[in-house]
């Protein structure tokens, strides 16, 4: 990612960070409308589940710049998901379910260049895990 594209995840992930639960769910209910059969991999109660969303979205986006300080433990998280019963074809629903997210909380914020940058984001973490996934296997 350009540094640009990295300022650009962080700062407006700074604006959803007071609505973060609400993105959460919006998040969520997105993912498990676009494809209901992932939703037997999560508790009944998605309390829990969506604040290790918000967390972990944030841990990522604040090591942009440093993204070798926190691949190896994406990665685990890949391979953990994978444990679950996560599948590589999960990601590109997961990717579109964020970036619908982003552009219902952001409003007129969420810009094609904001738009690009979440895109490009999410690939690098979705890689980082994937490549955990497949390490694990």
Do not use: C
């Amino acid at each position: 990612m350009t540094p640009h594209q990295v300022h650009l995840v962080q700062s407006t992930f700074e604006l959803v960070l007071p609505i973060a639960d609400d993105a959460a769910i919006i998040f969520y209910d997105d993912l498990f409308t676009r494809a209901p059969e992932l939703r037997s991999l999560f508790a009944e109660d998605m309390t829990e589940q969506r604040v290790k969303l918000m967390k972990t979205l944030g841990v990522a986006v604040n090591a942009l710049a440093d993204w070798e300080s926190v691949a190896p433990t994406v990665a685990e998280l890949g391979a953990k998901h994978a444990g679950h019963g996560a599948r590589a074809e999960d990601y590109a629903t997961v990717g579109a379910a964020l970036l619908q997210t982003l552009a219902t909380g952001l409003g007129e914020t969420f810009t094609d260049e904001v738009a690009a940058a979440w895109a490009e984001y999410f690939e690098v973490v979705a890689s980082t895990m994937l490549a955990g996934q497949r390490a694990a296997a």
